[in-house]
């Protein structure tokens, strides 16, 4: 498939269960490997600053045994570019981070915040990593990711998810703009956050959009079908909108 959509598996709310009791069990790294065998192009861990979910050793046991790209998603902190640094994943992925959230909530703030993210994203490219920016649909969040020197930016899909009716369907057309302009300024365009089998469709057809991440719902599928199959449904899903 020459136009094949890339799926980014996050494993953070595997995490979340295992801490749930203060077992070893499930493991995030099992649960990667499995989306692995089912078609996932990479894995996505988020290390928070209160931990809740994914640990350090987490991260350093996904960089060691991954077959596929490891993408990290923190939010922009010095204390986190140096783990980000130590750890040299493929990409790290920038997030607005609060720490009363039950998720990330909406995207990352590159406008308004000017050198103090700028200088976080230099640090993070002379590592070497790919730096992308987790940013709402809107043109001058776009221009920010350009003028900060990040070449990704990850269009929040939560919006969309939420609504119904003609206020989803103006959302998807911000994201069809979003994802348009983004090829036209040269960066690479990813999608994400609250996707279901539902809802991925009309994302997925988005030929500008190259790479999902999807994480929460494959999680809670799994319970009733298994890691493996859920992810396959999901591969397969996003296949047949492409």
Do not use: W
Not at 50 to 70: A, C, N, T
């Amino acid at each position: 498939m020459t136009n094949r959509l890339r799926l980014g598996v996050n494993v953070d709310h595997v995490a979340t269960v295992r801490n749930a009791r203060g077992v070893g069990y499930p493991d995030p790294v099992r649960a990667a490997l499995l989306a692995c065998e089912a078609g996932a192009d990479g894995i996505t861990a988020h290390l928070r600053e209160d931990r809740r979910h994914i640990r350090d050793e987490d991260m350093r046991r996904l960089k060691e045994v991954l077959p596929v790209p490891l993408n990290f998603e923190m939010a922009p902190t010095d204390a986190m570019v140096e783990i980000a640094s130590a750890t040299a994943p493929h990409a790290v992925c920038l997030v607005p981070e609060r720490r009363e959230e039950l998720t990330t909530e909406g995207g990352l703030d590159a406008a308004g915040l000017g050198s103090a993210l700028g200088s976080r994203v230099e640090a993070l490219a002379a590592a070497g990593i790919r730096v992308s920016l987790f940013v709402e649909p809107a043109p001058e969040q776009l221009h920010a990711a350009v003028a900060l020197g990040a070449p990704v930016v990850e269009l929040h899909t939560g919006r969309y998810c939420e609504l119904v009716g003609r206020e989803r369907q103006a959302e998807l057309e911000r994201i069809h703009a979003a994802a348009a302009l983004a090829s036209e300024l040269g960066l690479e365009c990813h999608a994400g956050h609250g996707l279901t089998y539902d809802n991925v469709g009309p994302i997925a057809a988005i030929g500008t959009v190259v790479e999902l991440n999807i994480g929460h719902f494959l999680v809670g599928e799994a319970i009733f079908v298994g890691f493996v199959e859920a992810v396959r449904r999901m591969r397969a899903a996003m296949d047949r909108s492409r």
